[in-house]
């Protein structure tokens, strides 16, 4: 996870709790002046569905989300959300990167350039998950706090967080379908054609910032395999 902000994860580790116990670990530094390896438990749940959510890593310009999405199929998408500035634009551009190959096993999270797992902060009760990284011979912690639920803006949230299936789809109408991927653009800050049917409707939504023209980067496997479903759909109508 924080591919972008704080430190760059080389290679596939395998994450054991064989930690050492002095080891200082970054993002609860308002709780203590210092916490380490040793104020954290594996994190226990029934169902792998209960870790999905938003956690939060780091600090001021060093903030980023990263989203954890269970389907009802237990497929796992991890995305991490951060910021950039542009200053010639002066604003706070998002950029979002999806890791690839992506299970959860137990409280692991396994995945390309990544070691790390679900864990609880005894101290506080507070869970979330815990990266571990390297840099030439030095180790470090980071731990990202759970935040809540996920949040997906719009009025078709299931477009990032389930599979769709033909069934519901063909209950809607052609311009409801077209409105239903194009709000996964939307979501990610898509610049639609001016003065479009598109760029109408979604500068109407509060949630909706004009950012870029090139979303598609930014797509979970799960988004592009049910855009192209409801274009299917949509073509047949």
């Not at 002046?33 to 780091?58: C, L, P």
């Not at 979501?187 to 939504?205: A, H, L, P, T, V």
């Amino acid at each position: 996870m924080r591919k972008n902000i704080i430190r760059m994860i080389l290679g596939i580790l395998v994450f054991s709790m064989a930690l050492q116990a002095d080891s200082e670990v970054y993002g609860l530094e308002d709780y203590s002046d210092t916490v380490t390896i040793k104020d954290f438990k594996k994190m226990n749940v029934k169902n792998i569905s209960e870790y999905a959510g938003e956690y939060h890593f780091g600090e001021s310009e060093a903030e980023s989300t990263v989203k954890i999405i269970v389907t009802p199929a237990k497929k796992v998408y991890i995305q991490e959300y951060s910021h950039e500035y542009d200053e010639k634009r002066n604003i706070w551009n998002t950029i979002v990167d999806n890791y690839k190959n992506v299970e959860i096993s137990g409280n692991i999270i396994k995945a390309d350039n990544l070691n790390a797992e679900f864990l609880t902060f005894t101290k506080e009760n507070i869970n979330g998950i815990m990266i571990k990284s390297k840099e030439k011979n030095e180790t470090f912690y980071d731990f990202g706090y759970f935040m809540g639920k996920l949040d997906f803006e719009g009025k078709y949230p299931e477009m990032s967080m389930r599979e769709i299936t033909k069934e519901e789809l063909t209950k809607k109408s052609k311009e409801e379908l077209k409105i239903m991927r194009n709000e996964v653009y939307a979501r990610y800050g898509m610049i639609f054609q001016k003065n479009g049917d598109m760029d109408k409707y979604f500068s109407k939504q509060d949630w909706y910032s004009k950012q870029t023209e090139n979303t598609e980067k930014f797509l979970t496997q799960l988004e592009k395999d049910n855009i192209k479903l409801v274009l299917e759909v949509e073509k047949s109508k």
